[in-house]
């Protein structure tokens, strides 16, 4: 059975720093596209940042998520993705989410994360 499983959420100031991590189970994901997903109370869901199995790294096009605050990283061998997070802003807050290609060098998301809260305070 996959799982999905993020951590490294929780409340921090403006101007502060996190790091998700997101960590798979059940296959080996190395060839398969990864990558994190955010949604804001109120919100849809929104696209933040994918890396490939190849180790090409989208972001995306919200000028405010791509401007190098945000990074996206994965280790193969721990089977794990990486969200770093700098100089957050009140309007980062949301439940972020990782996901993960339904297939080897599939281009469409097929595994979903429960989630962790991100809170950044003003």
């Known amino acids: 059975q996959v799982q999905l499983v993020e951590s490294g959420g929780g409340l921090v100031q403006a101007g502060g720093s996190l790091r998700l991590s997101c960590a798979a189970s059940g296959r080996t994901f190395s060839r398969s596209m990864m990558g994190w997903f955010r949604q804001a109370p109120g919100k849809e869901r929104e696209f933040v940042a994918r890396?490939?199995?190849?180790?090409?790294?989208?972001?995306?096009s919200n000028v405010d998520v791509g401007t190098g605050r945000f990074t996206i990283s994965r280790d193969n061998a721990l089977n794990t993705v990486y969200l770093q997070m700098n100089t957050l802003k009140p309007e980062d807050t949301a439940v972020y989410y990782c996901?993960?290609?339904?297939?080897?060098?599939?281009?469409?998301?097929?595994?979903w994360g429960q989630g962790t809260q991100v809170t950044v305070s003003s």
């Open positions: 996901a993960a290609g339904r297939s080897d060098y599939s281009l469409t998301w097929g595994y």
């Open positions: 890396i490939m199995w190849n180790g090409n790294i989208a972001y995306s």
